[in-house]
């Protein structure tokens, strides 16, 4: 049955229009009108499996001998049969030309979904009209209504305009049209194909030569199917937060698949992708599993706590890997090379520094600051059923402790990534015979340790006793390592409390950069790299020769990572969503009194929330017309802009230009930039 709902959602997505409900608790399958009461009806799953018909008057049989209930040829009707319970069997005709594809559910016994929703119905080929009914234990009542025909999804928020509607849709039709089977077995690469010449003995020690356990031969998720297609892990995960909002047991899937034994190495690293398995990731598998979870939830009304516990059983290995190997001397500091963020650096930070010693991390530490606070709200939620998962909670509560610590006072001489000069997070360059050297490059390494936040409910922890008197122990004993860590002690909105890398002050400090459009704003989000360094390059004079950062809206200007992809200016889809979430999570704590101006220097001051909901629009306002008509990502290529056969369709481009919106890189990285849908969903346009 969801195979056939899936080709059925992805028939509507590409080729549907109209206006759509608001998003329920119920994974709806159609909806249907009673033009005898007047009453409104949802046919829907609830929970996963069960059926249930609700109205806002409550529940009704209705019957399964429809007379003349066969619709025209291209239309789609709803059948139900007789209540067992107020748990409904049905029968879904769908009629595409001569085919005719049925799907049936039994009766079961569940719960229901009960509530007041907007009239909705099948579409049928006839233009200008649609047909809905409900029957009854007496007979079917049937009613033609003219209008425009309206889809059996309510994904898409009925306020958005039609432009936006188109948008979204398209968003969630790219994320399933790029699912590709991957097949590549790493053992066979290296030995060649039987009954051919051998390969050279080189490709024995070459690439993914440490992978021979890699066997991967699944339909996964591709970044884009044309330019990449093949996995990357650290992309998929940004992928499952739109799927999930379409399908969210394939969204599950995906994340389990990159944990599973032949995917991940033995040593607990996620392969990274095909061209180098063993490059290092952001580490954002946790945080995509926990709003996959949650995202089912709402959708659902019962959260798969199977699920949940399988993914973190693996990413407790994984986060073993990260401590091991990429923490060097054991400070709770984190390295990690490039991590996604390619040329963002002054240096090719996945190589050895070409003038000796290394670069201690603010992205890196801070990715691992969040991944600690991802485990420890996944292990709060599992110990709500299973104490056993209490203790678990306490380490990574106490793990990130010292990694907040660790990024104020890192070493003997207290030195940290925090520079109160600029008020701003900096890595730190270690050179042989010079000591520590922050490197003060404005960019998006400087925005992550934002990501590292988490508000903690008193309800929640007051249920969690050995939790709680953990952490009441460590609040009155530790003082040095709770000092470095966002109001422990003062208590926020709701009496919660603040786990966060950055104290208020040094958030407001953050924000006034990443807010200032002669800075990281721009009118389609926020820069990678801040627009300051277009007239003071950052420059490093190192072991004879000068290294430097300059300001690159557009493609890049270096040859580092190919030359095809650029952080050092443009603006990125999936940072963007992780601020944005990260600033709904402060205003969580913080409230509506806690203000800044937006944009810096504007005069308007906003709460948290307000500036998350401002970032996520101007994010959309990439695809969306402006006022001239013109799409921005679509810059000057006058088939999108004008041509009537082109203009409709949205490209979903890898990055963006920080100056103008323009799309850049791969054209069709529905991806992660199809967190598009998300953003329109939750924030309008």
Known sequence: MKKVLGIAMLMFLVAGAGAFAATTAVDTVG???????????????????????????????VDTTVAGAEPKVGASIVNQAEADGGYLQYTLFNYSGTQKITVQKSAGQGSYFD??????????????SYATGLG???????????????NLITLIPADLSADARNVMRQAFAGLLWSKQFYHYVVRDWLNGDPGHPAPPASRLKGRNHDWLHLYNADIISMPDKWEYPWYAAWDLAFHTIPLAMVDSDFAKDQLMLMLREWYMHPNGQIPAYEWAFGDVNPPVHAWAAWRVYKIDK??????????????????????????????????????????????????????????????????????????????????????????????VASKFWEHFLHIANAMNHMGKDGVGMWDERDGF??????????????????????????????????????????????????????KDLTANVASMNAHGVGQRRLLSIAGEEQLRSVLRYMLDENEFLSDYGVRALSRFHKDNPYRLEAGGHQYTVSYEPAESGTGIFGGNSN??????????????????KFHHYYGEQFQVECPTGSGVFMNLWQVAAEISRRLTRTFLRDNEGRRAA???????????HWKDLVLFYEYFHGDNGLGLGANHQTGWTGLTAKLLQQSGE
Not at 319 to 339: C, H, M
Not at 435 to 464: H, N, Q, Y
């Open 567 to 584: 952080w050092r200016g443009p603006v990125w889809f999936p940072v963007n969503y992780l601020l944005i979430e990260s600033l709904q």
């Open 136 to 150: 009854t234990s007496s007979g079917a009542v049937y009613k033609a209504i003219s209008g425009t025909p309206q």
């Open 634 to 644: 679509h810059g000057d290529a006058w088939q999108y802009q004008s041509d009537p």
């Open 425 to 478: 997070f900096y890595d730190m360059l270690h050179l042989p015979g010079h000591g520590l050297i922050p490197m003060r490059i404005r960019s998006m390494v400087g925005l992550i340790p934002l990501f590292a936040v988490e508000t903690l409910d008193p309800d929640v922890i007051a249920k969690l006793r050995g939790f709680e008197r953990r952490m009441a122990w460590f609040i009155d004993n530790r």
């Open 115 to 128: 509530g007041s929703l907007e009239v909705k119905a099948a579409a049928c080929a006839e233009a200008g």
């Open 298 to 391: 709402r959708r659902t009304g019962v959260g798969d706590r199977v699920f949940l516990q399988r993914i973190f059983h693996k990413l407790m290995l994984n986060f073993t890997w990260w401590v091991n190997r990429k923490d060097a001397e054991g400070r709770n500091v984190f390295q990690g090379g490039f991590l996604g963020l390619d040329n963002i650096g002054v240096f090719d930070r996945s190589a050895p520094l070409p003038t000796g010693g290394y670069i201690e991390q603010a992205d890196g530490t801070g990715w691992m600051a969040m991944y600690s606070l991802n485990l420890l709200a996944i292990a709060m939620e599992l110990a709500k059923d299973d104490v056993s998962y209490e203790d």
């Open 31 to 61: 909806t249907v009108f009673s033009a005898a009461t007047g009453n409104i009806a949802l046919l829907g799953l609830v929970g996963g499996d069960k059926v249930a018909l609700a109205t806002n008057g409550g529940n009704y049989g």
